[in-house]
Protein backbone atom coordinates (compact mmCIF):
# COMPACT_ATOMS: atom_id res chain seq x y z
CA UNK A 1 0.00 0.00 0.00
CA UNK A 2 2.91 2.39 0.65
CA UNK A 3 5.98 2.34 -1.20
CA UNK A 4 9.12 4.79 0.28
CA UNK A 5 10.58 7.39 -1.80
CA UNK A 6 14.41 7.70 -1.67
CA UNK A 7 15.53 9.97 1.27
CA UNK A 8 17.05 10.43 4.54
CA UNK A 9 16.16 8.17 7.26
CA UNK A 10 17.89 10.52 9.54
CA UNK A 11 16.96 14.46 9.23
CA UNK A 12 17.88 16.45 11.87
CA UNK A 13 15.08 17.63 14.06
CA UNK A 14 16.92 21.19 14.06
CA UNK A 15 15.63 21.01 10.54
CA UNK A 16 11.70 21.19 11.44
CA UNK A 17 12.41 23.85 13.53
CA UNK A 18 13.81 26.01 10.76
CA UNK A 19 11.36 25.25 8.65
CA UNK A 20 8.35 26.15 11.03
CA UNK A 21 10.27 29.61 12.07
CA UNK A 22 10.06 30.10 8.48
CA UNK A 23 6.72 29.29 8.08
CA UNK A 24 5.75 31.69 11.32
CA UNK A 25 8.20 34.61 9.89
CA UNK A 26 6.07 34.57 6.86
CA UNK A 27 3.22 34.71 8.07
CA UNK A 28 3.57 36.56 11.28
CA UNK A 29 1.90 40.85 11.14
CA UNK A 30 3.25 43.54 12.71
CA UNK A 31 2.39 44.18 16.41
CA UNK A 32 -0.84 46.25 16.75
CA UNK A 33 -2.09 48.47 19.87
CA UNK A 34 -4.58 46.41 21.10
CA UNK A 35 -4.57 42.88 22.57
CA UNK A 36 -6.21 39.68 20.86
CA UNK A 37 -8.62 37.48 23.25
CA UNK A 38 -7.38 34.44 24.07
CA UNK A 39 -9.31 31.36 22.85
CA UNK A 40 -11.51 29.70 24.24
CA UNK A 41 -10.75 26.53 25.91
CA UNK A 42 -12.43 23.29 25.67
CA UNK A 43 -11.60 20.07 27.57
CA UNK A 44 -10.65 16.93 25.43
CA UNK A 45 -12.36 14.27 25.99
CA UNK A 46 -11.33 11.12 26.87
CA UNK A 47 -10.05 8.60 23.69
CA UNK A 48 -11.67 4.86 24.52
CA UNK A 49 -9.30 2.76 22.82
CA UNK A 50 -10.96 -0.40 23.77
CA UNK A 51 -14.14 0.96 22.29
CA UNK A 52 -11.73 1.76 18.63
CA UNK A 53 -9.77 -1.63 19.14
CA UNK A 54 -13.56 -3.46 18.63
CA UNK A 55 -14.66 -1.32 15.63
CA UNK A 56 -10.99 -2.62 14.35
CA UNK A 57 -12.36 -6.24 15.04
CA UNK A 58 -15.74 -5.80 13.46
CA UNK A 59 -14.05 -4.46 10.13
CA UNK A 60 -12.48 -7.31 10.55
CA UNK A 61 -15.01 -9.97 10.95
CA UNK A 62 -16.09 -8.69 7.11
CA UNK A 63 -13.50 -10.61 5.50
CA UNK A 64 -10.87 -8.48 3.40
CA UNK A 65 -12.18 -5.01 1.73
CA UNK A 66 -10.15 -5.43 -1.14
CA UNK A 67 -12.10 -3.21 -4.50
CA UNK A 68 -15.00 -5.56 -5.50
CA UNK A 69 -15.52 -7.99 -2.65
CA UNK A 70 -18.45 -8.53 -0.12
CA UNK A 71 -16.72 -7.53 2.90
CA UNK A 72 -15.74 -3.85 0.96
CA UNK A 73 -19.40 -3.47 0.39
CA UNK A 74 -20.64 -4.38 4.28
CA UNK A 75 -17.96 -2.29 5.74
CA UNK A 76 -19.32 0.36 3.33
CA UNK A 77 -23.14 -0.24 4.87
CA UNK A 78 -21.51 -0.72 8.72
CA UNK A 79 -19.93 2.47 8.08
CA UNK A 80 -22.45 4.45 6.87
CA UNK A 81 -25.31 3.18 10.11
CA UNK A 82 -22.76 3.55 12.52
CA UNK A 83 -21.99 7.76 11.11
CA UNK A 84 -25.34 8.75 10.64
CA UNK A 85 -26.80 9.25 14.31
CA UNK A 86 -23.31 10.87 14.97
CA UNK A 87 -22.43 13.60 11.99
CA UNK A 88 -23.67 16.29 11.47
CA UNK A 89 -24.07 15.35 8.05
CA UNK A 90 -22.24 12.50 5.98
CA UNK A 91 -20.67 13.43 2.25
CA UNK A 92 -20.88 10.14 -0.38
CA UNK A 93 -18.78 10.92 -3.24
CA UNK A 94 -19.05 7.99 -5.26
CA UNK A 95 -16.48 7.37 -7.76
CA UNK A 96 -15.64 4.18 -10.20
CA UNK A 97 -12.20 3.64 -11.79
CA UNK A 98 -9.87 0.97 -12.55
CA UNK A 99 -7.01 0.34 -10.74
CA UNK A 100 -2.79 -1.26 -11.18
CA UNK A 101 -4.68 -5.09 -10.08
CA UNK A 102 -8.08 -4.02 -12.77
CA UNK A 103 -11.33 -3.02 -12.80
CA UNK A 104 -12.79 -0.46 -13.32
CA UNK A 105 -14.50 -0.76 -9.71
CA UNK A 106 -17.38 1.07 -7.46
CA UNK A 107 -15.84 3.18 -4.73
CA UNK A 108 -17.01 5.65 -2.54
CA UNK A 109 -15.03 8.37 -0.31
CA UNK A 110 -16.84 9.40 3.17
CA UNK A 111 -16.91 12.88 4.67
CA UNK A 112 -18.68 13.30 8.16
CA UNK A 113 -18.77 16.68 9.07
CA UNK A 114 -18.84 18.01 12.57
CA UNK A 115 -19.72 21.58 12.29
CA UNK A 116 -18.46 23.18 15.34
CA UNK A 117 -19.75 25.59 17.98
CA UNK A 118 -18.03 28.84 16.32
CA UNK A 119 -17.33 29.47 12.78
CA UNK A 120 -13.36 29.07 11.79
CA UNK A 121 -11.58 26.97 9.34
CA UNK A 122 -11.96 23.40 9.25
CA UNK A 123 -9.49 20.63 9.87
CA UNK A 124 -9.92 16.64 8.35
CA UNK A 125 -8.40 14.00 9.59
CA UNK A 126 -8.47 11.16 7.41
CA UNK A 127 -7.79 7.17 6.84
CA UNK A 128 -8.69 4.46 3.58
CA UNK A 129 -10.85 1.86 4.39
CA UNK A 130 -10.11 -0.20 1.55
CA UNK A 131 -7.38 -3.44 1.75
CA UNK A 132 -4.91 -4.54 -0.32
CA UNK A 133 -5.53 -7.37 -2.97
CA UNK A 134 -2.81 -9.02 -2.47
CA UNK A 135 -0.54 -9.63 0.53
CA UNK A 136 2.72 -9.68 -2.07
CA UNK A 137 5.21 -8.85 0.69
CA UNK A 138 4.35 -12.12 2.52
CA UNK A 139 7.65 -14.31 3.42
CA UNK A 140 5.70 -17.44 1.69
CA UNK A 141 5.30 -17.40 -2.00
CA UNK A 142 2.16 -19.06 -2.11
CA UNK A 143 0.27 -16.63 -0.05
CA UNK A 144 1.38 -13.47 -2.37
CA UNK A 145 -2.18 -13.87 -4.00
CA UNK A 146 -4.38 -14.05 -0.83
CA UNK A 147 -6.28 -10.38 -0.07
CA UNK A 148 -4.97 -8.67 2.65
CA UNK A 149 -7.16 -8.82 5.98
CA UNK A 150 -6.13 -4.99 6.77
CA UNK A 151 -6.42 -5.03 10.28
CA UNK A 152 -3.36 -2.53 10.61
CA UNK A 153 -3.39 -1.48 7.13
CA UNK A 154 -6.80 -0.15 7.38
CA UNK A 155 -8.73 -0.81 9.57
CA UNK A 156 -6.95 0.90 12.55
CA UNK A 157 -7.24 4.58 11.06
CA UNK A 158 -10.99 3.91 10.91
CA UNK A 159 -11.51 2.44 14.35
CA UNK A 160 -9.50 5.88 15.27
CA UNK A 161 -12.06 7.98 13.25
CA UNK A 162 -15.08 6.26 14.46
CA UNK A 163 -14.15 6.86 18.10
CA UNK A 164 -13.41 10.50 17.39
CA UNK A 165 -16.70 10.55 15.71
CA UNK A 166 -18.25 9.87 19.35
CA UNK A 167 -16.31 12.32 20.89
CA UNK A 168 -17.36 14.93 18.56
CA UNK A 169 -20.42 14.18 18.94
CA UNK A 170 -20.38 14.43 22.56
CA UNK A 171 -18.60 17.51 22.91
CA UNK A 172 -18.54 19.48 19.83
CA UNK A 173 -15.33 20.68 18.14
CA UNK A 174 -14.64 24.88 18.31
CA UNK A 175 -13.98 24.24 14.52
CA UNK A 176 -15.30 22.27 12.05
CA UNK A 177 -13.94 19.13 11.87
CA UNK A 178 -14.12 16.25 8.75
CA UNK A 179 -13.28 12.71 9.18
CA UNK A 180 -12.41 11.30 6.20
CA UNK A 181 -13.23 7.72 5.02
CA UNK A 182 -11.02 7.20 2.04
CA UNK A 183 -11.49 4.60 -0.62
CA UNK A 184 -9.23 3.22 -3.22
CA UNK A 185 -6.03 3.49 -1.21
CA UNK A 186 -4.54 0.32 -1.79
CA UNK A 187 -4.34 -1.16 -4.26
CA UNK A 188 -1.11 0.16 -6.48
CA UNK A 189 1.82 -1.55 -7.90
CA UNK A 190 4.89 -0.88 -8.41
CA UNK A 191 6.02 0.33 -11.88
CA UNK A 192 2.33 1.19 -12.74
CA UNK A 193 1.45 4.23 -14.87
CA UNK A 194 -1.11 5.67 -12.68
CA UNK A 195 -0.73 8.53 -10.36
CA UNK A 196 1.05 7.54 -7.02
CA UNK A 197 1.55 4.28 -9.29
CA UNK A 198 -2.28 3.24 -8.60
CA UNK A 199 -2.00 4.20 -4.99
CA UNK A 200 -4.37 7.16 -2.87
CA UNK A 201 -7.29 6.86 -5.64
CA UNK A 202 -9.59 8.14 -3.35
CA UNK A 203 -7.81 10.83 -1.67
CA UNK A 204 -6.79 12.33 -5.45
CA UNK A 205 -10.39 12.53 -6.72
CA UNK A 206 -11.45 14.20 -3.24
CA UNK A 207 -8.58 16.25 -3.39
CA UNK A 208 -9.47 17.23 -6.86
CA UNK A 209 -13.32 17.10 -6.78
CA UNK A 210 -13.82 18.67 -3.53
CA UNK A 211 -17.67 18.78 -2.63
CA UNK A 212 -18.34 22.54 -4.26
CA UNK A 213 -20.81 22.82 -0.84
CA UNK A 214 -18.36 22.33 1.88
CA UNK A 215 -15.66 24.65 2.54
CA UNK A 216 -12.03 23.22 2.06
CA UNK A 217 -9.96 22.38 4.92
CA UNK A 218 -6.99 24.33 5.83
CA UNK A 219 -5.10 21.25 7.61
CA UNK A 220 -5.11 17.97 7.66
CA UNK A 221 -3.75 14.84 9.14
CA UNK A 222 -3.67 10.70 7.72
CA UNK A 223 -3.93 8.17 9.79
CA UNK A 224 -2.07 5.10 8.41
CA UNK A 225 -0.66 1.42 9.89
CA UNK A 226 -1.50 3.02 13.66
CA UNK A 227 -2.81 -0.36 15.30
CA UNK A 228 0.85 -1.08 16.46
CA UNK A 229 3.25 -3.90 16.68
CA UNK A 230 3.39 -6.90 18.01
CA UNK A 231 6.15 -9.92 17.40
CA UNK A 232 6.08 -12.03 14.62
CA UNK A 233 8.03 -15.10 14.54
CA UNK A 234 7.16 -16.11 10.92
CA UNK A 235 7.11 -12.03 9.71
CA UNK A 236 10.90 -10.91 9.78
CA UNK A 237 11.25 -7.29 10.29
CA UNK A 238 11.66 -5.29 7.56
CA UNK A 239 15.22 -3.27 7.89
CA UNK A 240 15.32 -2.73 4.62
CA UNK A 241 12.09 -0.52 4.80
CA UNK A 242 13.71 1.23 8.09
CA UNK A 243 11.28 -0.35 9.55
CA UNK A 244 11.48 -2.64 13.21
CA UNK A 245 9.74 -4.55 15.79
CA UNK A 246 8.29 -1.55 17.37
CA UNK A 247 5.50 0.85 17.46
CA UNK A 248 7.31 4.30 16.36
CA UNK A 249 5.90 7.22 14.80
CA UNK A 250 8.73 8.92 13.29
CA UNK A 251 7.96 12.06 11.22
CA UNK A 252 7.40 10.89 7.64
CA UNK A 253 9.93 12.95 4.83
CA UNK A 254 6.87 14.34 3.05
CA UNK A 255 5.18 15.66 6.02
CA UNK A 256 8.07 17.73 7.44
CA UNK A 257 8.40 19.34 3.81
CA UNK A 258 4.97 20.59 2.92
CA UNK A 259 3.36 20.89 6.58
CA UNK A 260 5.97 21.59 9.21
CA UNK A 261 3.67 23.44 11.15
CA UNK A 262 1.36 20.74 11.62
CA UNK A 263 3.57 18.62 12.56
CA UNK A 264 4.67 20.57 14.80
CA UNK A 265 1.57 20.98 16.75
CA UNK A 266 0.91 17.08 16.58
CA UNK A 267 3.89 16.04 17.71
CA UNK A 268 4.02 18.36 20.99
CA UNK A 269 0.41 17.73 21.61
CA UNK A 270 2.22 13.75 21.89
CA UNK A 271 5.07 15.10 23.82
CA UNK A 272 2.88 17.02 26.23
CA UNK A 273 0.32 13.94 26.59
CA UNK A 274 3.11 11.61 27.30
CA UNK A 275 2.57 9.61 23.86
CA UNK A 276 6.31 7.85 23.75
CA UNK A 277 5.62 6.49 19.97
CA UNK A 278 5.71 9.78 18.77
CA UNK A 279 9.50 10.81 17.93
CA UNK A 280 11.61 13.73 17.15
CA UNK A 281 13.29 11.46 14.07
CA UNK A 282 12.61 11.53 10.51
CA UNK A 283 11.28 7.95 8.71
CA UNK A 284 11.36 7.39 4.73
CA UNK A 285 9.05 9.39 2.12
CA UNK A 286 6.03 7.21 1.40
CA UNK A 287 3.52 7.56 -0.81
CA UNK A 288 0.15 8.12 1.52
CA UNK A 289 -3.16 9.88 0.87
CA UNK A 290 -1.63 13.10 2.27
CA UNK A 291 0.35 13.68 -1.06
CA UNK A 292 -3.05 14.38 -2.72
CA UNK A 293 -3.97 17.13 -0.25
CA UNK A 294 -0.53 18.96 -0.20
CA UNK A 295 -0.80 18.85 -3.94
CA UNK A 296 -3.98 21.01 -3.76
CA UNK A 297 -1.90 23.11 -0.96
CA UNK A 298 -3.89 21.69 1.84
CA UNK A 299 -0.90 21.26 4.46
CA UNK A 300 -1.23 17.39 5.60
CA UNK A 301 0.87 15.06 7.95
CA UNK A 302 0.81 11.25 7.35
CA UNK A 303 0.91 9.65 10.96
CA UNK A 304 2.32 6.22 9.95
CA UNK A 305 4.87 3.55 11.77
CA UNK A 306 6.13 2.13 8.44
CA UNK A 307 6.54 -0.37 8.04
CA UNK A 308 5.19 -3.03 10.42
CA UNK A 309 6.29 -6.09 10.02
CA UNK A 310 3.28 -7.63 9.13
CA UNK A 311 2.66 -4.99 6.33
CA UNK A 312 1.28 -6.55 3.03
CA UNK A 313 1.34 -10.24 4.06
CA UNK A 314 -1.23 -12.56 5.80
CA UNK A 315 -0.74 -11.99 8.91
CA UNK A 316 -2.12 -8.47 9.08
CA UNK A 317 -4.88 -9.47 11.52
CA UNK A 318 -6.15 -8.35 14.68
CA UNK A 319 -3.79 -10.48 16.41
CA UNK A 320 -0.69 -7.81 15.73
CA UNK A 321 -2.36 -4.94 16.57
CA UNK A 322 -2.86 -2.78 20.20
CA UNK A 323 -5.19 -1.00 21.89
CA UNK A 324 -2.76 1.24 23.33
CA UNK A 325 -1.58 2.17 20.15
CA UNK A 326 -4.93 3.50 19.29
CA UNK A 327 -5.05 5.37 22.39
CA UNK A 328 -1.62 6.90 21.81
CA UNK A 329 -2.33 8.37 18.44
CA UNK A 330 -6.14 8.85 18.95
CA UNK A 331 -5.51 10.65 22.12
CA UNK A 332 -3.38 13.38 20.84
CA UNK A 333 -5.31 13.82 17.50
CA UNK A 334 -8.40 14.65 19.33
CA UNK A 335 -6.02 17.30 21.85
CA UNK A 336 -5.33 18.09 18.32
CA UNK A 337 -8.56 19.13 17.49
CA UNK A 338 -10.00 20.41 20.18
CA UNK A 339 -7.12 22.52 21.17
Not at 69 to 92: C, F, I, K, N, Y
Not at 232 to 255: A, H, K, M
Amino acid sequence: MILPKPGPANLPWARLAILVALVLVGSSGACGGGSEQAPPVVDVPVFLADRAFADLEKQCSFGARPPGSAGHQAQLVWMRATLQPLADRVVEQPFNTATAFGGPYDFVNLIAVFGGAAPGAATFVGAHWDTRPEADEDPDPAKHTQPVMGANDGASGVAILLELARLLKATPPLHPVYLLFLDAEDSGKSGSGLLDQGFCLGANYLAQHWPADLPRPTRGAILDLVGGTKHNDRVPVRTDLGGNDVFDLRIELNSLQKAPEVVDQLWTLAEERGHAAFKRTTQFAVTDDHLAFNRVGIPTVDIIDFPPPVWHTADDVPEYCQPSALREVGDTVAAWLYQ
